[in-house]
């Protein structure tokens, strides 16, 4: 059953960009929601009222919502929701001033198109919006201030009050699934602009904002309960060669490379990111300085044994050098870990590459 309705909800959304995705998706499960209102409805017209004529006429609007989802599967999505809004302007203009009379309250349904538009329309799209949004303020005082002498269908007081009170008991669903659903939309958002703002693009690893807030953070309560904390700072070699000989799809390729291998390091609450173009850095809790040498030993050694390929298939060697530094007094800041680690990182460097100094020889 489940099953079933997730392949309903996730008509029309292959190929699209994730950013439709959603809008997709709540589209189909509004119009399946419609639609089992409708079929409630038309069984109510059969059953209780004994209303052939209604329930008809109700089955045949009904078959318009059947419509949008051909319109999502062949994806037509922005015909899917002018059809939509348009069906549900339609149902609730007949059957508010045709077939009942506006005691049923099937024109308070109105209320629900605004919210409507703004869940499943684009921003760009924002004449559409207006436009749908004003016809259904405008049909509902149109309801509302128009008396139907002659409904099709004539119901006593205690039928619309049924009626009256089946669209306030849809309209709080309704409410509450459009909240629920812009509530999830703005977390979603916010998780993105966190994504954003704290992650390198290339390298799906940290970046340099997000590696001083979590890595100051860290170093202050490692210096507050005196345990050791080691910076790894990794410089790739001749990285800028790698650019000019081979090309910068292939120095990127390094970088995302040498990203999943300090990404794969077993080593709980570490902070790992990309502070600069070919510059990296490793903060290690609870890590004392031998212990961080060995671990930047092994970076460097799964760095030098990494094969990338160019575009004539020769493998590109991508090696780096690390420099490596500790809290020795408990009192440092990040920056002057870095400051420390990045000194080494000059010796490495100057020792030949591809190889690992610490600060900590220099007394």
């Known amino acids: 059953m489940f099953s079933r309705f997730y392949s309903i909800m996730d008509v029309g959304i292959q190929g699209e960009l994730p950013s439709k995705v959603e809008k997709i998706r709540m589209l189909n499960v509004l119009n399946l929601l419609t639609l089992l209102v409708s079929f409630v409805y038309t069984a109510n017209y059969v059953f209780i009222l004994k209303e052939d004529c209604a329930a008809l006429y109700n089955v045949m609007l009904t078959g318009g919502f059947v419509f949008v989802f051909l319109l999502s599967y062949f994806h037509c999505h922005k015909a899917a929701k002018i059809t939509y809004f348009s069906f549900v302007l339609l149902h609730l203009f007949l059957f508010t001033n045709l077939f009942f009379t506006k005691e049923s309250g099937f024109h308070f349904y109105y209320f629900l198109v605004p919210m409507g538009v703004l869940l499943l329309f684009e921003l760009k799209e924002i004449i559409l919006k207006m436009i749908f949004s004003v016809a259904a303020a405008l049909l509902f005082l149109y309801s509302e201030n128009t008396l139907n002498p002659d409904p099709l269908i004539i119901?006593?007081?205690?039928?619309?009050?049924?009626?009256?009170?089946?669209?306030?008991?849809?309209?709080?669903?309704?409410?509450?699934?459009?909240?629920?659903?812009?509530?999830?939309?703005?977390?979603?958002?916010?998780?993105?602009?966190?994504?954003?703002?704290?992650?390198?693009?290339?390298?799906?690893?940290?970046?340099?904002?997000?590696?001083?807030?979590?890595?100051?953070?860290?170093?202050?309560?490692?210096?507050?309960?005196?345990?050791?904390?080691?910076?790894?700072?990794?410089?790739?070699?001749?990285?800028?060669?790698?650019?000019?000989?081979?090309?910068?799809?292939?120095?990127?390729?390094?970088?995302?490379?040498?990203?999943?291998?300090?990404?794969?390091?077993?080593?709980?609450?570490?902070?790992?990111?990309?502070?600069?173009?070919?510059?990296?850095?490793?903060?290690?809790?609870?890590?004392?300085?031998?212990?961080?040498?060995?671990?930047?030993?092994?970076?460097?050694?799964?760095?030098?044994?990494?094969?990338?390929?160019?575009?004539?298939?020769?493998?590109?060697?991508?090696?780096?050098?690390?420099?490596?530094?500790?809290?020795?007094?408990?009192?440092?800041?990040?920056?002057?870990?870095?400051?420390?680690?990045?000194?080494?990182?000059?010796?490495?460097?100057?020792?030949?590459?591809?190889?690992?100094?610490?600060?900590?020889?220099?007394?």
């Open 155 to 363: 119901l006593n007081s205690a039928t619309n009050h049924i009626l009256y009170q089946s669209v306030f008991l849809v309209n709080m669903f309704a409410i509450v699934l459009a909240l629920t659903l812009f509530s999830k939309q703005i977390e979603k958002h916010e998780l993105e602009l966190v994504k954003q703002a704290t992650t390198d693009i290339l390298t799906g690893i940290k970046n340099r904002r997000c590696f001083f807030e979590e890595g100051e953070q860290l170093l202050i309560e490692a210096n507050k309960t005196k345990q050791s904390a080691t910076l790894l700072l990794l410089d790739l070699d001749f990285f800028k060669s790698i650019n000019d000989k081979y090309g910068h799809s292939v120095g990127d390729e390094c970088l995302v490379q040498v990203a999943s291998v300090l990404q794969s390091l077993d080593f709980k609450n570490k902070v790992c990111a990309r502070i600069g173009g070919e510059e990296f850095a490793l903060l290690l809790p609870h890590c004392g300085p031998q212990r961080g040498i060995l671990i930047a030993d092994k970076i460097r050694v799964q760095i030098e044994r990494l094969v990338i390929m160019n575009k004539n298939e020769n493998v590109v060697k991508c090696t780096t050098s690390i420099g490596v530094s500790y809290n020795m007094t408990n009192q440092e800041n990040l920056k002057a870990l870095l400051e420390k680690s990045d000194i080494a990182l000059y010796e490495a460097k100057d020792n030949g590459r591809n190889r690992v100094a610490s600060y900590s020889e220099h007394g």
